[in-house]
């Protein structure tokens, strides 16, 4: 028999012109409210690792980079990344 995790419930406050969104969307897919904002936080929390992954290896092509040309060129995405445009 195959375990499930146990579910940790959580309170959480909208503003208001987010809550609508979020029902908009549940609607829309015709799913719950709670499932939306499960879903957005589990893509939110992936993109952050995603985002973490590509700021990581940035900085080692940048530490292994030969060209100063290259060297520049991946200065300013590292600082895009962390700064954004």
Same mark, same amino acid.
């Given at each position: 028999?195959?375990?499930?995790?146990?579910?940790?419930?959580?309170?959480?406050?909208?503003?208001?012109?987010?809550?609508?969104?979020?029902?908009?969307?549940?609607?829309?897919?015709?799913?719950?409210?709670?499932?939306?904002?499960?879903?957005?936080?589990e893509s939110g929390l992936e993109t952050r690792e995603n985002e973490k992954k590509t700021f990581y290896e940035l900085a080692d092509r940048l530490a292994n980079?030969? $060209?100063?040309?290259?060297?520049?060129?991946?200065?300013?995405?590292?600082?895009?990344?962390?700064? $954004?445009?």
């Open positions: 028999m195959a375990q499930t995790e146990k579910v940790v419930r959580q309170s959480v406050s909208l503003p208001p012109a987010v809550a609508r969104r979020v029902q908009a969307l549940a609607r829309r897919k015709r799913t719950s409210a709670n499932r939306v904002i499960v879903e957005l936080i980079s030969s $060209g100063e040309s290259e060297a520049r060129r991946l200065k300013e995405e590292l600082a895009r990344l962390t700064f $954004g445009d």
